[in-house]
């Protein structure tokens, strides 16, 4: 059973760049969450995707976008890097049953992004 | 809005000892508590979870949390630290209704030979 999966692993990106980040989640979890984590922080929570929509969202600009394909799977998108979000981003997948309760979120390995 | 305290930044014991890593939270709704463990260059993994039902929730790896309401705690502990467990350790919160978590700053794990 395949656990959730990021690509790429390291990134390497100058400010004023663009920058896409995949997530495909664990075998059937249909939700995927979003965490920044700067060096020597704790995850920040960005965004959350269930049936293809933005479901809860933190407190990030609009430079940070996202989106989930039909297949659960999901894209993170920044626009006009700075050097702030030089930053470890990780994934979360988890199953909302009947839309409520929390289920656990299960985090992928995350990918390294420096900008310079 | 949720928040989670994690009392010491870095925690150092010897191979054999008590494991004893602090948690407190701030939540206005009844909380669901969660102990991840992050290994360098890897993602977060997790340990534990209280949602409803027993207070003194078991992990993996001999981790075990008490959640105490009066007190606004979920430390984590383990009776006997093994070098393998030296990692970064952070708890966090979520709400029973959405599934956001909130984490703390973490607490930097040392075990000692």
């Known amino acids: 059973d395949a656990g959730v999966t990021q690509s790429p692993t390291h990134l390497i990106k100058t400010r004023g760049q663009q920058v896409t980040l995949r997530c495909s989640p664990k075998s059937g979890h249909d939700t995927v969450s979003w965490y920044q984590q700067a060096l020597g922080q704790g995850p920040q929570f960005i965004f959350q995707?269930?049936?293809?929509?933005?479901?809860q969202r933190g407190n990030f600009p609009d430079r940070f976008s996202g989106h989930q394909f039909p297949n659960y799977s999901s894209e993170l998108n920044v626009n006009a890097l700075l050097l702030g979000d030089s930053a470890l981003y990780l994934c979360?997948?988890?199953?909302?049953?009947?839309?409520?309760?929390?289920?656990?979120?299960?985090f992928g390995p995350g990918t390294r992004l420096l900008v310079l | 809005a949720q928040s989670v305290t994690q009392l010491g930044s870095h925690v150092s014991v010897s191979e054999g000892a008590l494991v004893l890593l602090r948690c407190n939270y701030s939540s206005s709704v009844p909380p669901y508590l969660f102990w991840y463990v992050q290994y360098p260059n890897q993602g977060l993994q997790l340990l534990l979870k209280?949602?409803?039902?027993?207070?003194l929730v078991k992990g993996i790896n001999g981790f075990e949390a008490e959640f105490k309401k009066s007190e606004t705690s979920f430390h984590l502990t383990k009776p006997s630290a093994h070098m393998s467990d030296a990692a970064e350790y952070f708890c966090a919160v979520s709400k029973p209704s959405g599934s956001r978590l909130t984490f703390g700053e973490g607490t930097q794990l040392t075990v000692n030979p």
């Open positions: 995707y269930y049936e293809e929509e933005e479901r």
């Open positions: 979360a997948s988890s199953l909302v049953t009947s839309g409520r309760d929390q289920e656990t979120q299960y």
């Open positions: 209280y949602t409803t039902g027993a207070t």
